[in-house]
């Protein structure tokens, strides 16, 4: 599909074929899916269980290599890189929030979201501002000196928000992120990730089983049978 503004785009996807092979068997997982997501913009990523959607955030945030197809991040074209290359990439360009926060437990929320900026080289005193303003953005401000395990599963989602814009990402994956909490915190987390998409302009693609949320979106896709959809 076709969405305009190839130019501006911060992800595009471009005839993405993946084939996983076990033994003689080769299983199709993706069929020719193009996509391009523009900059502020949240893209629900729909489809059943089993249907490929976590294969399709790994292959855009390049964990795991396409069997074909073309994939351009941020005006960066990714195909050619080396392991090192899309590494650099991945870390500069693209925050991931998952089910599960897997937030460090020895560290609080304030150094959970410091730690991948000082791992970018950012100085210390930069890295500590920085995750100072997104917790207050996340409404956490005051919850910063707590260890991820003094939180609430909405809070702990809240602190993983956060540090997946930490190193300022174009790009944001996300893989069921609330999938894991009660729908009313569900509504509370999602609300402040679209917040904070909007604050950075932020290109989001992010795979949902939530509808009510998927139906918040800007727009949606829904990928079955391997291919992408249009709903």
Not at 30 to 48: F, K, R
Not at 69 to 80: F, K, L, S, V
Not at 112 to 124: E, F, H, T
């Amino acid at each position: 599909m076709n969405d305009g503004g190839v130019d501006k785009a911060t992800l595009q996807l471009k005839n993405l074929e993946h084939i996983y092979t076990q033994g003689r068997v080769r299983l199709r997982v993706l069929c020719g899916v193009s996509l391009m997501i523009q900059p502020g913009e949240i893209v629900a990523l729909t489809g059943p269980s089993g249907a490929g959607k976590s294969t399709l955030l790994h292959i855009a945030g390049l964990l795991e290599k396409p069997t074909e197809g073309h994939i351009n991040i941020c005006g960066q074209a990714c195909d050619e890189l080396s392991d090192q290359e899309r590494t650099a990439l991945r870390r500069s360009e693209i925050g991931f929030v998952y089910q599960f926060h897997h937030l460090l437990p020895e560290f609080s929320a304030l150094e959970n979201i410091v730690v991948p900026q000082l791992i970018d080289g950012q100085p210390k005193s930069v890295s500590r501002e920085r995750a100072l303003s997104l917790l207050e953005l996340v409404g956490l401000a005051g919850r910063a000196t707590h260890r991820p395990g003094e939180l609430s599963g909405g809070e702990q989602q809240r602190v993983a928000i956060a540090r997946a814009f930490a190193n300022r990402p174009g790009l944001l994956l996300a893989d069921e992120p609330t999938g894991n909490l009660d729908e009313k915190t569900a509504i509370g987390v999602y609300k402040f990730l679209s917040q904070a998409v909007a604050t950075y302009g932020v290109a989001a693609l992010i795979a949902t089983h939530n509808m009510e949320l998927a139906s918040a979106m800007d727009r949606q896709v829904r990928l079955h049978d391997g291919t992408l959809q249009v709903v």
